[in-house]
Nanobody, 129 residues
Framework: QVQLVESGGGSVQAGESLRLSCVAS????????MAWFRQAPGKEREGVAS???????SYADSVRLRFTISRDSAKTTLTLQMNSLEPDDTAMYYC???????????????????????WGQGTQVTVSS
């Protein structure tokens, strides 16, 4: 059974950094597309960043140059390094994955909720001004 477990959320001041982690288990190694999504109160869940087994990454325009997505060499932990955090980054952050395929084109796009099969329980990020 595939499980995704996020950690690393918290409350910070604007301009500070946080690092989110997502540990994946129960999947078969091979192709994958993994992503971070976020959902603020009253808003739809939106894609933040994605990465696949080919090393392709994509970012939402609102976080490009501030956030970095990566996966460790053992391919068990997905990370989102978030720098220069802003109050608009406040949201519940979710790890998402599909282990049957690489990310699909267009590669500039993170993807939508329906593109991913597995989801974590979420970790809260709160940024105050």
């Amino acid at each position: 059974q595939v499980q995704l477990v996020e950690s690393g959320g918290g409350s910070v001041q604007a301009g500070e950094s946080l690092r989110l982690s997502c540990v994946a288990s129960g999947y078969t190694a091979g192709r994958f597309c993994m992503a971070w999504f976020r959902q603020a109160p009253g808003k739809e869940r939106e894609g933040v960043a994605s990465i696949d087994n080919n090393g392709r990454t994509s970012y939402a325009d609102s976080v490009r140059l501030r956030f970095t997505i990566s996966r460790d060499s053992a391919k068990t932990t997905l990370t989102l390094q978030m720098n220069s955090l802003e109050p608009d980054d406040t949201a519940m952050y979710y790890c998402a994955a599909d282990f049957a395929r690489s990310c699909v084109p267009p590669y500039w796009r993170v993807g939508s909720v329906g593109d991913f099969t597995y989801w974590g329980q979420g970790t809260q990020v709160t940024v105050s001004s």
